[in-house]
């Protein structure tokens, strides 16, 4: 740090969300890490709590950052005798009176992105599904539909065909979730095959994991800066395949 009449300045608070978030999160996945590779995680409930550490440690650091009055993030910046450019966190105006909270600017820039990127992703497959058909109520998929939801314990979802789905099937929604197929797979598979495909798809939504991985996106945008986040998605979002698959056998 340079001080005196002018100069560039660089303050790294430990205090700071940014930081504690960072290493509370690095630690995490080393637990995570060790717990997996050693054998101690059995249960599909303690997999997937060691795999939210990273996302529960930054949740925890705001809140004991925000009680604790600490800045948001390090504070970087420029000063001289003239009015002064400040980063400092959640701060707009500096003491001087003119500063500008750059550093915030930045991250509100990048955040914003990356939500209105979200936003439009949900429109977009809005949008598609609103091209899809509804199969007959008494078909054979909506009565194995029924089926498997009766065994799961879960209400009906809405079934939807659509041609050229991605990936054959797929689910949407938090509240009132929606299972997209594709006709021509359709076609293609016996009624065990079928089933095993409509089994996978209404254990997301008995699992909830829409719900989960929505509240997990937007924390990994909201601290998109920590490393940590992006891979706790990743293994989440194998977590839910695997947790899908043995479920639905």
């Not at 009055?69 to 420029?78: I, R, T, Y």
């Not at 609103?130 to 065994?151: H, Y």
């Not at 938090?174 to 359709?186: E, G, N, S």
């Amino acid at each position: 740090m340079l001080d005196g009449s002018g100069g560039v300045f660089l303050t790294l608070l430990t205090e700071s969300y940014a930081v504690r978030a960072l290493l509370g999160s690095l630690a995490a996945v080393g637990l995570a890490t060790l717990a997996v590779s050693t054998g101690m995680v059995r249960s599909g409930l303690a997999r997937r709590l060691l795999i939210l550490g990273p996302v529960l440690t930054a949740v925890a650091a705001s809140i004991t950052a925000v009680r604790a009055n600490a800045g948001f993030l390090p504070s970087v910046g420029w000063g001289g005798s003239a009015p002064s450019l400040s980063f400092e966190a959640l701060q707009g105006l500096t003491a001087a009176g003119l500063g500008v909270d750059l550093l915030l600017v930045l991250y509100g820039t990048v955040v914003g992105t990356l939500v209105l990127r979200r936003v439009f992703g949900m429109v977009t497959v809005r949008r598609v599904l609103a091209r899809a058909s509804r199969p007959a109520r008494n078909s054979g998929l909506m009565r194995m539909t029924r089926k498997l939801s009766r065994k799961m314990g879960i209400p009906t979802p809405q079934v939807l065909l659509l041609r050229r789905c991605p990936g054959g099937a797929f689910t949407v929604g938090t509240l009132h979730p929606i299972v997209a197929v594709d006709p021509q797979l359709l076609r293609q598979l016996d009624d065990r095959e079928l089933e095993g495909l409509l089994a996978h798809e209404l254990a997301h939504i008995r699992r909830r994991d829409n719900l989960l991985w929505l509240g997990v996106g937007i924390a990994r945008d909201l601290s998109f800066f920590l490393p940590p986040m992006h891979l706790a998605a990743r293994w989440l979002r194998l977590e839910q395949e695997e947790s899908a698959d043995e479920l639905a056998s």
